[in-house]
T-cell receptor, first 113, second 113 residues
Framework: KAGVTQTPRYLIKTRGQQVTLSCSPISGHRSVSWYQQTPGQGLQFLFEYFSETQRNKGNFPGRFSGRQFSNSRSEMNVSTLELGDSALYLC????????????FGQGTRLTVV | GDSVTQMEGPVTLSEEAFLTINCTYTATGYPSLFWYVQYPGEGLQLLLKATKADDKGSNKGFEATYRKETTSFHLEKGSVQVSDSAVYFCALSANNAGNMLTFGGGTRLMVKP
């Protein structure tokens, strides 16, 4: 069974640009969550989607957005990139509705210069 | 809001030493508790979990007991190996929060031969 796949693995962007990250969950998983990991702030929750609906959202500015498609694949978008957005972005998928085991992808390393 | 506090690292041990990584939490109701492990260059993997008070999660020689009275979920292993070197994250999933995870800051474990 394939795991959670995130693309691309690495990205370098310039301040002010926008970026789209992609996540393909494990087959059959309808819940997809996104996290930002930085050395200073640790792992912070961005948002969760379940059956194409955003169920929860973390404390991030509106520049961070996401969506989920009917096949459960998800994308997150960051507009007007700032240097502080440099981070590892992790996607996780879950089978059950809540408090379920999360299966993480390897992440997308975003560097903003 | 909900929060997780875990001991800061790095924790450096010799092979076959006893490991304890402390984790305490603040949450309303009865959250589910998790330990995740992150190896270099990888995403997070679930190590163990507990869903109610006095539950003991265990996996690969690691154990943690859900202590409601002390709001703790300390990770222990009787004899660590070099291959256990990684970053360990304590996390909770609260009631009515879908699959959203709140993470502690992470504890880096280094095991020397």
């Amino acid at each position: 069974k394939a795991g959670v796949t995130q693309t691309p693995r690495y990205l370098i962007k310039t301040r002010g640009q926008q970026v789209t990250l992609s996540c393909s969950p494990i087959s059959g998983h309808r819940s997809v969550s996104w996290y930002q990991q930085t050395p200073g702030q640790g792992l912070q929750f961005l948002f969760e989607y379940f059956s194409e609906t955003q169920r929860n959202k973390g404390n991030f500015p509106g520049r961070f957005s996401g969506r989920q498609f009917s096949n459960s694949r998800s994308e997150m978008n960051v507009s007007t990139l700032e240097l502080g957005d440099s981070a590892l972005y992790l996607c996780a998928s879950s089978l059950a509705v809540d408090r379920a085991e999360a299966f993480f992808g390897q992440g997308t390393r975003l560097t903003v210069v | 809001g909900d929060s997780v506090t875990q001991m800061e690292g790095p924790v450096t041990l010799s092979e076959e030493a006893f490991l304890t990584i402390n984790c305490t939490y603040t949450a309303t109701g009865y959250p589910s508790l998790f330990w995740y492990v992150q190896y270099p260059g990888e995403g997070l993997q679930l190590l163990l979990k507990a869903t109610k008070a006095d539950d003991k999660g265990s996996n690969k020689g690691f154990e943690a007991t859900y202590r409601k009275e002390t709001t703790s979920f300390h990770l222990e292993k009787g004899s660590v190996q070099v291959s256990d070197s990684a970053v360990y994250f304590c996390a909770l999933s609260a009631n009515n929060a879908g699959n959203m995870l709140t993470f502690g800051g992470g504890t880096r474990l280094m095991v020397k031969p």
